[in-house]
Protein backbone atom coordinates (compact mmCIF):
# COMPACT_ATOMS: atom_id res chain seq x y z
CA UNK A 1 0.00 0.00 0.00
CA UNK A 2 1.57 2.92 -1.28
CA UNK A 3 -0.55 5.16 0.39
CA UNK A 4 -1.57 8.74 -0.83
CA UNK A 5 0.35 10.04 -3.65
CA UNK A 6 1.19 13.58 -4.60
CA UNK A 7 2.80 15.20 -7.21
CA UNK A 8 5.29 17.18 -7.54
CA UNK A 9 6.12 17.51 -4.00
CA UNK A 10 7.33 21.03 -4.49
CA UNK A 11 6.24 23.28 -6.97
CA UNK A 12 7.57 27.08 -7.85
CA UNK A 13 5.73 29.16 -9.91
CA UNK A 14 5.87 32.94 -11.16
CA UNK A 15 3.01 35.56 -9.95
CA UNK A 16 -0.04 34.43 -13.01
CA UNK A 17 1.47 31.27 -14.06
CA UNK A 18 -1.29 28.16 -13.69
CA UNK A 19 -0.27 25.30 -11.28
CA UNK A 20 -1.91 21.73 -11.30
CA UNK A 21 -1.67 19.43 -8.59
CA UNK A 22 -2.11 15.92 -8.90
CA UNK A 23 -3.31 13.47 -5.91
CA UNK A 24 -3.83 9.13 -6.63
CA UNK A 25 -5.53 8.06 -3.98
CA UNK A 26 -5.26 4.82 -2.05
CA UNK A 27 -6.28 2.68 -3.81
CA UNK A 28 -10.43 1.15 -3.60
CA UNK A 29 -11.23 4.67 -1.61
CA UNK A 30 -14.19 6.12 -2.74
CA UNK A 31 -13.56 9.48 -1.34
CA UNK A 32 -10.72 12.50 -2.13
CA UNK A 33 -10.30 15.13 -0.40
CA UNK A 34 -8.26 18.41 -1.15
CA UNK A 35 -7.09 20.91 2.31
CA UNK A 36 -4.77 23.30 2.25
CA UNK A 37 -2.25 24.22 4.97
CA UNK A 38 -0.82 27.48 5.77
CA UNK A 39 0.99 29.54 8.95
CA UNK A 40 -1.48 31.92 9.58
CA UNK A 41 -4.83 30.20 8.50
CA UNK A 42 -3.33 26.49 9.05
CA UNK A 43 -5.08 23.21 7.72
CA UNK A 44 -8.40 24.60 5.65
CA UNK A 45 -10.57 22.56 3.81
CA UNK A 46 -11.26 22.92 -0.10
CA UNK A 47 -13.07 20.22 -1.65
CA UNK A 48 -14.55 16.31 -1.46
CA UNK A 49 -15.39 14.14 -4.29
CA UNK A 50 -16.74 10.85 -3.33
CA UNK A 51 -17.01 8.18 -6.02
CA UNK A 52 -15.43 10.89 -8.39
CA UNK A 53 -18.74 13.21 -8.05
CA UNK A 54 -17.89 16.56 -6.57
CA UNK A 55 -19.94 16.70 -2.98
CA UNK A 56 -18.43 19.81 -1.61
CA UNK A 57 -16.68 22.72 -2.46
CA UNK A 58 -17.23 25.70 0.30
CA UNK A 59 -13.89 25.84 0.81
CA UNK A 60 -12.43 26.82 -2.69
CA UNK A 61 -11.98 30.33 -3.10
CA UNK A 62 -14.22 30.95 -6.16
CA UNK A 63 -11.91 32.53 -8.33
CA UNK A 64 -8.71 30.70 -10.19
CA UNK A 65 -9.40 27.26 -8.27
CA UNK A 66 -10.62 24.60 -9.97
CA UNK A 67 -10.54 20.85 -9.01
CA UNK A 68 -11.80 17.61 -11.31
CA UNK A 69 -11.25 13.80 -10.56
CA UNK A 70 -11.66 12.42 -14.19
CA UNK A 71 -11.12 9.17 -12.84
CA UNK A 72 -11.10 6.99 -9.50
CA UNK A 73 -7.23 6.98 -9.79
CA UNK A 74 -6.43 10.61 -9.41
CA UNK A 75 -7.56 13.87 -9.00
CA UNK A 76 -6.22 17.22 -9.98
CA UNK A 77 -6.38 20.86 -8.12
CA UNK A 78 -5.91 23.48 -11.00
CA UNK A 79 -4.48 26.98 -9.60
CA UNK A 80 -5.29 29.64 -12.41
CA UNK A 81 -3.31 32.60 -12.44
CA UNK A 82 -1.70 32.32 -9.25
CA UNK A 83 -1.27 34.80 -6.79
CA UNK A 84 1.52 35.08 -3.98
CA UNK A 85 -1.16 34.27 -1.73
CA UNK A 86 -1.43 30.66 -2.98
CA UNK A 87 1.58 29.88 -1.20
CA UNK A 88 0.78 26.84 0.66
CA UNK A 89 1.39 23.46 1.22
CA UNK A 90 -1.69 21.55 -0.90
CA UNK A 91 -2.84 18.42 1.11
CA UNK A 92 -4.91 15.46 -0.72
CA UNK A 93 -6.48 12.96 1.53
CA UNK A 94 -8.51 9.40 0.74
CA UNK A 95 -10.59 7.58 2.54
CA UNK A 96 -13.39 4.52 2.33
CA UNK A 97 -15.71 6.80 3.36
CA UNK A 98 -18.51 4.34 5.02
CA UNK A 99 -21.63 6.15 5.55
CA UNK A 100 -19.49 9.69 5.09
CA UNK A 101 -17.19 8.79 8.12
CA UNK A 102 -13.87 7.38 7.94
CA UNK A 103 -10.21 7.75 8.79
CA UNK A 104 -8.68 9.88 6.37
CA UNK A 105 -5.51 9.10 5.08
CA UNK A 106 -3.57 11.87 4.06
CA UNK A 107 -0.71 12.66 1.29
CA UNK A 108 2.88 13.86 1.95
CA UNK A 109 1.77 17.32 0.20
CA UNK A 110 2.59 19.91 -2.34
CA UNK A 111 4.57 22.83 -1.18
CA UNK A 112 3.64 25.52 -3.25
CA UNK A 113 5.74 28.72 -4.00
CA UNK A 114 4.64 31.73 -5.86
CA UNK A 115 7.06 34.46 -6.34
CA UNK B 1 -14.58 32.02 16.87
CA UNK B 2 -12.70 28.96 16.75
CA UNK B 3 -14.72 25.92 15.78
CA UNK B 4 -11.85 23.37 17.09
CA UNK B 5 -9.87 25.12 19.86
CA UNK B 6 -6.35 23.14 20.94
CA UNK B 7 -4.79 23.23 24.05
CA UNK B 8 -1.71 24.30 25.02
CA UNK B 9 -0.58 25.59 21.86
CA UNK B 10 2.64 24.51 22.81
CA UNK B 11 4.74 22.51 25.06
CA UNK B 12 8.20 20.90 26.46
CA UNK B 13 8.13 17.63 27.91
CA UNK B 14 10.99 16.22 29.47
CA UNK B 15 11.52 12.43 28.31
CA UNK B 16 10.04 9.61 30.28
CA UNK B 17 7.39 12.32 31.83
CA UNK B 18 3.44 12.14 30.38
CA UNK B 19 1.05 14.66 29.69
CA UNK B 20 -2.15 15.70 28.25
CA UNK B 21 -3.44 17.29 25.18
CA UNK B 22 -7.22 19.20 24.72
CA UNK B 23 -9.32 20.16 21.80
CA UNK B 24 -12.55 21.50 22.58
CA UNK B 25 -15.32 21.62 20.20
CA UNK B 26 -18.10 24.21 19.32
CA UNK B 27 -18.97 22.43 16.59
CA UNK B 28 -21.51 19.28 17.21
CA UNK B 29 -18.70 16.81 16.03
CA UNK B 30 -19.42 13.05 15.75
CA UNK B 31 -16.02 11.84 15.01
CA UNK B 32 -12.57 12.94 16.21
CA UNK B 33 -9.37 12.12 14.15
CA UNK B 34 -5.61 12.88 16.17
CA UNK B 35 -2.53 13.53 13.85
CA UNK B 36 0.90 14.17 14.35
CA UNK B 37 2.30 16.10 12.36
CA UNK B 38 6.36 14.83 11.83
CA UNK B 39 9.79 17.34 10.72
CA UNK B 40 9.09 16.70 7.02
CA UNK B 41 5.24 17.95 6.96
CA UNK B 42 3.48 14.63 6.94
CA UNK B 43 0.35 13.93 9.09
CA UNK B 44 0.35 10.30 10.06
CA UNK B 45 -2.68 9.37 11.30
CA UNK B 46 -2.70 8.40 15.52
CA UNK B 47 -6.60 7.87 16.08
CA UNK B 48 -9.88 8.05 14.48
CA UNK B 49 -12.73 8.06 17.25
CA UNK B 50 -16.13 8.07 17.89
CA UNK B 51 -17.25 8.85 21.47
CA UNK B 52 -15.00 6.78 23.06
CA UNK B 53 -11.50 5.68 23.99
CA UNK B 54 -8.71 4.43 22.45
CA UNK B 55 -5.06 3.24 23.42
CA UNK B 56 -2.11 2.42 21.35
CA UNK B 57 0.86 1.92 22.91
CA UNK B 58 2.03 5.15 25.05
CA UNK B 59 -1.05 7.05 23.50
CA UNK B 60 -4.54 7.25 24.93
CA UNK B 61 -7.32 9.33 23.20
CA UNK B 62 -11.06 9.80 24.17
CA UNK B 63 -13.83 11.69 22.92
CA UNK B 64 -16.62 13.25 24.69
CA UNK B 65 -19.79 14.41 21.56
CA UNK B 66 -21.70 15.58 25.18
CA UNK B 67 -18.89 17.95 26.64
CA UNK B 68 -17.59 18.54 22.83
CA UNK B 69 -13.97 17.49 23.82
CA UNK B 70 -11.47 15.09 22.97
CA UNK B 71 -7.68 14.13 24.84
CA UNK B 72 -4.75 12.73 23.64
CA UNK B 73 -2.41 11.17 26.72
CA UNK B 74 0.88 10.37 26.08
CA UNK B 75 3.18 8.37 28.36
CA UNK B 76 6.53 7.66 28.93
CA UNK B 77 7.23 10.36 26.01
CA UNK B 78 10.24 10.27 23.75
CA UNK B 79 11.89 11.79 21.72
CA UNK B 80 10.71 10.37 18.89
CA UNK B 81 7.36 12.21 19.92
CA UNK B 82 8.20 15.53 19.50
CA UNK B 83 6.08 17.50 16.76
CA UNK B 84 2.71 19.10 16.07
CA UNK B 85 -0.23 17.38 17.40
CA UNK B 86 -3.72 18.66 15.10
CA UNK B 87 -6.97 17.08 16.07
CA UNK B 88 -9.68 17.55 13.70
CA UNK B 89 -13.66 16.98 13.67
CA UNK B 90 -16.42 15.84 11.37
CA UNK B 91 -19.32 17.99 12.40
CA UNK B 92 -22.91 16.68 12.01
CA UNK B 93 -23.67 19.63 10.04
CA UNK B 94 -20.84 18.58 7.06
CA UNK B 95 -20.40 16.12 4.40
CA UNK B 96 -17.03 14.57 5.68
CA UNK B 97 -14.77 17.55 5.68
CA UNK B 98 -12.42 17.72 8.59
CA UNK B 99 -12.17 20.97 10.37
CA UNK B 100 -8.60 21.36 12.36
CA UNK B 101 -7.41 22.54 15.40
CA UNK B 102 -4.61 24.99 15.06
CA UNK B 103 -2.39 22.27 16.57
CA UNK B 104 0.24 21.46 20.27
CA UNK B 105 3.84 21.86 18.83
CA UNK B 106 5.31 19.46 21.26
CA UNK B 107 9.24 19.34 22.06
CA UNK B 108 10.38 16.37 24.25
CA UNK B 109 13.95 16.74 25.34
CA UNK B 110 16.27 14.57 27.59
Known amino acids: NAGVIQTPRHKVTGKGQEATLWCEPI?????VFWYRQTIVQGLEFLTY????????DSGMPKERFSAQMPNQSHSTLKIQSTQPQDSAVYLC?????????????FGPGTRLLVL | GDKVKQSPSALSLQEGTNSALRCNFS?????VQWFLQNPRGSLINLFY???GTKENGRLKSAFDSKESYSTLHIRDAQLEDSGTYFC????????????FGQGTSLSVVP
Open chain 1, 93 to 105: ASSGDWGGQDTQY
Open chain 2, 27 to 31: IAATT
Open chain 1, 27 to 31: SGHSA
Open chain 2, 49 to 51: LVP
Open chain 2, 88 to 99: AAIASSSFSKLV
Open chain 1, 49 to 56: FRNQAPID
